[in-house]
């Protein structure tokens, strides 16, 4: 809605990013929330439910990510995607997160469950040599001279913002005696 500076500057586009911001509220923020709920209550029927729920997601997620150009073009896209993922996640037994992990993503999983391992484990495999390989260049220069002085130039700088926000922290204090 060019020309409209009152939207414009709310810095929200409301036919686009508006749309995808509540979506991420409601369908991830939320999610997250009852996630914990569930992690923190004794029952583990809702530790399933949340668990199939992120299952979903993050495999629409993946799709949704493979796809965007094509999505782009869906008119209402994200109120769609909105109200998919509120089925996944509405509070009966047969949700959506239900039905799409065992009617597609389980069997899916189950048959390509030993291809999925070895690939999972060949890629652990080089990501923990990188791992290692970046622990030792980063101690190697920790040790160099170039290293030490960045340390040595850290713990000043932290040593000097520590006693700044000492110093605000305080005169904010003297602020309210006046």
């Known amino acids: 809605v060019h020309g409209d500076p ?12 508006g749309s995808s911001l509540l979506c991420s509220v409601v369908c991830f923020v939320y999610p997250a929330y009852k996630s914990f709920k569930a992690v923190e209550s004794p029952q583990g029927d809702d530790d399933t439910q949340w ?32 109200l998919f993922l509120l089925w996944c996640m509405w509070p009966i037994k047969n949700n959506g997160s239900t039905l799409v992990y065992h009617k597609i993503l389980r069997p899916f999983l189950l048959k390509n469950e030993d291809k999925i391992d070895a690939r999972l484990d060949k890629v652990t495999g080089k990501v923990n040599k990188y791992v290692d390989d970046a622990k030792r260049e980063a101690a190697a220069f920790a040790d160099s001279s ?33």
């Open 6 to 17: 009152e939207k414009e500057s709310s810095g929200i586009n409301a036919e686009y990013g």
């Open 51 to 82: 668990l199939t729920y992120w299952i979903v997601y993050s495999t629409f997620n993946i799709l949704e990510y493979f796809t965007d150009l094509l999505l782009f073009w869906i008119p209402m896209y994200n109120l769609l995607k909105c």
């Open 146 to 178: 170039t290293g030490q002085a960045l340390v040595a130039g850290a713990q000043v700088a932290s040593a000097n913002a520590a006693q700044q926000l000492d110093e605000a922290l305080n005169d904010s204090d003297k602020d309210k005696d006046i």
